[in-house]
């Protein structure tokens, strides 16, 4: 198994600034995943952060807005930039899938004034 | 395009009463079906997945081709039930989940 965490837990943030979140894994994983759970909603998966490379933005995400960093197989960083209430969320990082079972981050509480 | 879809947004049942939450989904390869539950406080984590075909806590499900379902079963719902469950389809390389039913254990 994997365990994640995340920092910080939760953030209030001024519209037009920008928040880095942090993943941490105690294991080395293949895959790291960030997705996003808008208030009454499901997970929406957000990019695949690829080890040593871009990350692989899904439909309706882009790198300007969600830069992505994973310098090693056990770290990532979210940044969402410039932010405004809409942004407003929980975003997760997840590790693990492909063979393996998907493991998930306590999240990070976001909420944008 | 993958696709899960959870009909339900709360379903209420009595303590000791049969569960049936239900997953629906849209793939055209092989899909792989999960369901994850979340806990009041607790982070996401995995229950049950079908290539597994076991049962967790009591819970089983059973993928269905034909129907395009894996619905999520229990015979005697317990009060430590009371959770939200997300069905989830793992294809293209990326998961999938669906919108979530909070299930309510009634004492």
């Known amino acids: 198994s994997a365990v994640i965490s995340q920092k910080p837990s939760r953030d209030i943030c001024q519209r037009g600034t920008s928040l880095t979140i942090q993943c941490q894994v105690d294991?080395?994983?293949?895959?790291m995943f960030w997705y996003r759970q808008q208030p009454g909603q499901s997970l929406t998966l957000i990019a695949t952060?690829?080890?040593?490379?871009?990350?692989?933005?899904e439909s309706g995400f882009v790198i300007d807005k969600f830069p992505i960093s994973r310098p090693n197989l056990t770290f990532s960083t979210l940044t969402v930039s410039n932010m405004s209430p809409e942004d407003s969320s929980i975003y997760l990082c997840?590790?693990?899938?492909?063979?393996?079972?998907?493991?998930f981050g306590p999240g990070t509480r976001l909420t944008v004034l | 395009a993958q696709r899960v879809t959870q009909p339900e947004k709360l379903l209420s049942v009595f303590k000791g009463a049969p569960v049936e939450l239900k997953c629906n989904y849209s793939?055209?390869?092989?899909?792989?079906l999960f369901w994850y539950v979340q806990y009041s406080r607790q982070r996401l984590q995995l229950l049950l997945r079908?290539?597994s075909r076991e049962s967790i806590k009591g819970f089983t499900a059973d993928l269905n081709k034909g129907e395009t379902s894996f619905h999520l079963k229990k015979p005697f719902a317990q009060e430590e039930d009371s959770a939200m469950y997300y069905c989830?389809?793992?294809?293209?390389?990326?998961?999938?989940f669906g919108t979530g039913t909070k299930l309510q254990v009634i004492p």
């Open positions: 997840s590790a693990g899938g492909g063979e393996d079972t998907q493991y």
């Open positions: 294991s080395q994983v293949t895959m």
């Open positions: 952060a690829n080890q040593g490379s871009e990350a692989t933005y």
């Open positions: 793939y055209s390869g092989s899909p792989e």
């Open positions: 079908h290539i």
């Open positions: 989830a389809l793992r294809g293209y390389q990326k998961v999938t």
